[in-house]
T-cell receptor
Framework: GAVVSQHPSRVICKSGTSVKIECRSL??????MFWYRQFPKQSLMLMAT?????????EQGVEKDKFLINHASLTLSTLTVTSAHPEDSSFYIC??????????FGQGTRLTVV | QKEVEQDPGPLSVPEGAIVSLNCTYS??????FMWYRQYSRKGPELLMY????GNKEDGRFTAQVDKSSKYISLFIRDSQPSDSATYLC???????????FGKGNQVVVIP
């Protein structure tokens, strides 16, 4: 199957700082990527849909200014958590989905804000 | 009614047993059906992918889709301790439509 690489796998940052998470599709072009958040023992919660060359579409309740998404190329989308707070600590996962095929997920990023 | 319903379990079975998981859904536009396996602190990995109704078998795994009943299933034969994970069902209408996920089933296979 296709490969989606997510980096970093784990990050610890101080409260008030910003953290950038990268998601790359390694062997296919992805016009659309998805960013999810997952709390312990919960399912994936879609945060936003990242569209190459245009603004991301955010789900209801997700702060656009806090979770900045950039999809500058067909193989790279980034999620920046700005002014991070302890309540932003979570597991963030990206996925990329070529049209009419299954979605492939990155390895996830565990963010801890101290 | 939620788009996708999946009883979160957890489900404990002895090694060698058959694991049976299922999801129901409400959106008749869904055409693509997937099962993902997620180990703790890892991203989901695709197990099975099915288009429209029917059965699909891959080794010890069998996926079934019944679109008339809006019901999908995953069976794991001869379960192993390494099958212990959370299993998520997911589905989409196709194109670049987003996936709708179930809550996930935590499965524990006891040696």
């Amino acid at each position: 199957g296709a490969v989606v690489s997510q980096h970093p796998s784990r990050v610890i940052c101080k409260s008030g700082t910003s953290v950038k998470i990268e998601c790359r599709s390694l062997d296919f072009q992805a016009t659309t990527m998805f960013w999810y958040r997952q709390f312990p023992k919960q399912s994936l919660m879609l945060m936003a849909t990242s569209n190459e060359g245009s603004k991301a579409t955010y789900e209801q309740g997700v702060e656009k200014d806090k979770f900045l998404i950039n999809h500058a190329s067909l193989t790279l989308s980034t999620l920046t958590v700005t002014s991070a707070h302890p309540e932003d600590s979570s597991f963030y996962i990206c996925s990329a989905k070529p049209p009419n095929t299954e979605a492939f997920f990155g390895q996830g990023t565990r963010l801890t804000v101290v | 009614q939620k788009e996708v319903e999946q009883d979160p379990g957890p489900l404990s079975v002895p090694e060698g047993a058959i694991v049976s998981l299922n999801c129901t859904y409400s959106n008749s536009a869904f055409q693509y059906f997937m099962w993902y396996r997620q180990y703790s602190r890892k991203g989901p990995e695709l197990l099975m992918y099915t288009y429209s109704s029917g059965n699909k078998e891959d080794g010890r795994f069998t996926a079934q889709v019944d679109k008339s009943s809006k019901y999908i299933s995953l069976f794991i034969r001869d379960s192993q301790p390494s099958d212990s994970a959370t299993y998520l069902c997911a589905m989409s209408a196709g194109g670049n439509n987003r996936l709708a996920f179930g809550k996930g089933n935590q499965v524990v296979v006891i040696p």
